[in-house]
């Protein structure tokens, strides 16, 4: 018999997958259902970045192995992009490495730097493959606590109580998934001390820097003076270019780490294809009034689960940037998988168990905005109709 090593047997299944599979039997059944779970984008990406991609696929000299930096132009668009947007400048070719996707680089860095019994610390509630991956590379995930009191903000107390000689990497993700929850420069600026004095990686997983909606602009870590001495920020085109399909992201800061992540990637996945490349330099060199446009739609959307959560939610934040709404479920029901349950089966609208990202998301729900204003109206009406 074949059997699974220790550490993967240790895993639990990715929550999504079996979501996928109770949500397949339900429409063989006939039941429609609209999706809130999954952060996965509804629209297309920019046209020019289709266009850029049509035009780069028909050519002859783009289809074999891209080098693991990938192209110039790329990582020239992503230190463009930075200048613009962080007013933050990078050296193209010693601090800006391509991804495929943010989730690549969380599983690889952990390879690059955990041995057997480092510390990593990650968020509760928090995006669940930083624990993975901490397992993954025989590490120890040490959760520390979004403060639920403080909008579930950093608290620097909690984490500093939580480091110890084995305390290798520090996760922070901003704007944060699940809760909508933001940072400051100022408390940037503490961790990026407190990674100094101890010694640890700090890495910013940033997917949704992006994706806001009022007047806050969610800052990068890379802004902090001398966080590259301890410092990553991992992004992606695939929340804020809507390409999440397309696998390509990057990876900023820290010299030696983007340098380790090359030799990794240059053994493991060879980068990705050169058309890729093409579209989302196109995309980061865009000017920015499709993102504004954008950003105006998803906040329309954001206001419409707003308005609903007002009416059952005994605590929800109205989150700044994002995809997700986080919120406290009524007390009636006991659980945050027994209302989800609930709302898939009997109302047909499938929203996220808050416990998936961790103890602190007990009696949490998230609701994710990835679909249109009016299947937003519609799941809003059948979740009232099934409980208010
Ligand atoms: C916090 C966070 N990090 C990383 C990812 C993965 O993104 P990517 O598509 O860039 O791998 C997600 C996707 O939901 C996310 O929410």
Redesign the pocket.
């Known amino acids: 018999m074949i059997t699974q090593s220790k550490k993967i047997s240790a895993i639990q299944p990715y929550f999504f997958l079996n979501l996928q599979n109770k949500i397949d039997n339900l429409n063989r059944n006939g039941k429609e259902v609209i999706r809130l779970d999954?952060?996965?984008p509804d629209l297309p990406p920019p046209a020019s970045v289709i266009d850029a991609f049509q035009s780069n696929i028909q050519k002859n000299d783009v289809h074999g192995y891209t080098s693991t930096k990938g192209p110039d132009v790329f990582r020239r668009a992503v230190a463009s992009y930075y200048q613009k947007r962080f007013n933050v400048t990078l050296n193209p070719e010693s601090e800006i490495t391509p991804?495929?996707?943010?989730?690549?680089?969380?599983v690889n860095l952990h390879q690059i730097f955990i041995d057997p019994g480092d510390e990593i610390l990650v968020p509760n509630p928090g995006?669940p493959?930083y624990e993975f991956a901490a397992m993954y590379a025989g590490g120890i995930p040490i959760p520390y606590d979004l403060d639920p009191q403080n909008g579930f903000q950093i608290n620097l107390n909690r984490i500093m109580a939580l480091i110890t000689p084995r305390t290798k990497m520090l996760w922070i993700?901003f704007p944060?998934?699940p809760t909508g929850s933001n940072i400051d420069l100022d408390t940037l600026q503490a961790l990026v001390n407190l990674a100094i004095k101890h010694q640890f990686l700090i890495i910013n997983?940033a997917?949704?820097t992006d994706v806001y909606f009022d007047t806050f602009m969610p800052p990068s870590i890379l802004s902090v003076p001398n966080a590259r001495e301890v410092a990553v920020e991992?992004n992606?085109?695939?929340?804020t270019y809507h390409m999440?399909g397309w696998?390509i992201?990057m990876m900023c800061g820290h010299e030696d780490v983007i340098k380790s992540i090359r030799i990794i990637k240059s053994k493991v996945d060879n980068s990705t294809a050169l058309p890729i490349f093409h579209a989302a330099t196109t995309a980061l060199n865009m000017d920015r009034t499709w993102l504004f446009e954008r950003n105006q739609l998803m906040k329309n959307r954001r206001d419409i689960i707003v308005e609903y959560l007002k009416g059952i939610s005994p605590y929800f934040a109205i989150p700044q940037a994002g995809?997700y709404l986080w919120a406290k479920i009524p007390s009636v029901f006991n659980s945050d998988f027994e209302f989800c349950e609930k709302a898939l089966t009997q109302a047909g609208v499938s929203l996220t168990p808050g416990s998936i990202y961790g103890s602190n998301g007990k009696h949490f729900i998230r609701i994710c905005i990835c679909q249109p204003e009016e299947t937003i109206n519609i799941a809003v009406k059948r979740l009232k109709a099934w409980y208010s």
Do not use: F, Q, T, W
């Open positions: 999954i952060g996965s991804l495929l996707g943010s989730k690549e680089g969380i995006y493959s993700n944060n998934n997983d997917p949704y991992i992606s085109l695939s929340k999440a696998r992201g995809y």
